[in-house]
């Protein structure tokens, strides 16, 4: 039995080697001979999955470690009886703590009370409503726009785009890319929409890069007709409009979703489904331990003489400062591969222990809102 693996998917060394044959290869280099004898693929999104790289191989799975699975041609893979299957939910707490901490650095950079201003989330699955508990939870009014969801469950809780782009003052998108049909998602911010903004708003990117037209956004960032944008995602990534990140306020190698718990959480999904098709004893396989951050996982907050906002911006910044992985990007761009393959190690709320001191109640709620373990002192 052979399996062939992305060599940047963490955890997984040692875990299927006692049952297989297992080759680790860059994703974006792995090529038909590579795959021609495999039983399976363990893989990211740079691996194409497609008839041009399966047809005349022995593969019967494909294992994706990520939400999205625009980079396999599900069609033709299903048509040729290979079972396929992605990771859904896997870094949902992971770009929450992203959307957390772009939302408390674009309130510091322009003063914003985040408590008077409303977001838009634009894309209401897995990822889209944590990052609108965040906001939530953070004192924003939150306004939500998923017309599958809608048409599926009814149109109350939901407004259209339309309103989202009149009534908001930053828009984050969660959508996944959709090429054609009712829900096509390629530049759904397209030059049209991008115009129809105002020059207060603020336009957010971490689902896929084709879903804003980097063009546009550049355009009207240059004219003063947005206040500002965020983008971890790009299209033709990994090569990047040098001018267009010069004009963001946050900009990011495609790292919202890699949080080390976002990652355990993919490899797990990966191995379990491999486990499944190819009948190893690995359902139940789970990382034994998890990497150290940098920082301390056990931290207190005095609240005495502070705001709400400012309590849960230390919070949410003790665990990710957002303007390091931007700066990082800034500095070398050419280098976004490298900076998405070798990134450091974050971790999740859900990893630390707060020690509130002097907190109100709100506080304390809205922490646990975020994910942290809060212990009143």
């Known amino acids: 039995m052979k399996i062939v693996c992305d060599d940047k998917i963490p955890f997984l060394r040692g875990v299927l080697e006692p049952y297989a044959e297992v080759v680790y290869l860059s994703g974006k280099k792995t090529t038909r001979e590579d795959v021609r004898d495999a039983d399976a693929i363990i893989t990211r999104t740079r691996t194409i999955c497609n008839r041009e790289l399966l047809e005349g191989s022995s593969v019967k799975v494909i294992a994706t470690a990520t939400i999205g699975f625009d980079h396999i041609d599900t069609q033709w893979v299903e048509s040729n009886g290979i079972v396929w299957r992605n990771a859904p939910g896997c870094n949902s707490w992971s770009v929450k703590q992203y959307m957390g901490s772009v939302l408390c650095t674009l309130a510091a950079k322009y003063g914003f009370d985040l408590s008077k201003m409303t977001l838009g989330v634009v894309g209401v699955g897995n990822v889209g409503s944590k990052v609108a508990c965040a906001a939530s939870a953070l004192g924003?009014?939150?306004?939500?726009?998923?017309?599958?969801?809608?048409?599926?469950?009814?149109?109350?809780?939901?407004?259209?785009?339309?309103?989202?782009?009149?009534?908001?003052?930053?828009?984050?998108?969660?959508?996944?890319?959709?090429?054609?049909?009712?829900?096509?998602?390629?530049?759904?911010?397209?030059?049209?929409?991008?115009?129809?903004?105002?020059?207060?708003?603020?336009?957010?990117?971490?689902s896929r890069g084709q879903v804003v037209d980097n063009k546009a956004l550049k355009q009207a960032l240059k004219e003063g007709r947005l206040k500002g944008g965020v983008l971890d995602v790009w299209e033709g990534e990994p090569d990047l409009d040098r001018e267009l990140i010069s004009l963001l306020d946050i900009t990011t190698a495609h790292i919202a979703g890699y949080s080390a718990d976002g990652k355990a959480n993919g490899t797990i999904a990966s191995v379990r489904t491999v486990s499944e098709i190819l009948g190893l004893p690995l359902a139940d396989w789970k990382p034994s331990q998890m990497p150290a951050p940098e920082q301390s996982l056990d931290f207190s907050i005095d609240a005495v003489g502070k705001t709400f906002q400012q309590v849960l911006s230390e919070a949410i910044l003790h665990t990710y400062e957002v303007e390091?992985?931007?700066?990082?990007?800034?500095?070398?761009?050419?280098?976004?591969?490298?900076?998405?393959?070798?990134?450091?190690?974050?971790?999740?709320?859900?990893?630390?222990?707060?020690?509130?001191?002097?907190?109100?109640?709100?506080?304390e709620k809205a922490l646990r809102q975020l994910d942290f373990n809060v212990v009143t002192d």
């Open 140 to 206: 924003m009014k939150v306004l939500l726009n998923d017309p599958p969801r809608a048409r599926k469950e009814g149109a109350e809780g939901f407004v259209s785009l339309d309103e989202i782009i009149r009534s908001c003052d930053i828009i984050t998108v969660h959508v996944p890319l959709n090429k054609e049909g009712e829900d096509r998602t390629v530049h759904l911010f397209d030059e049209g929409r991008i115009a129809s903004m105002r020059s207060d708003q603020i336009l957010c990117n971490s």
């Open 324 to 363: 390091q992985d931007s700066f990082r990007l800034r500095e070398h761009p050419e280098l976004f591969e490298t900076l998405r393959g070798d990134y450091q190690i974050r971790r999740e709320p859900s990893a630390f222990t707060l020690h509130l001191k002097a907190g109100t109640a709100e506080m």
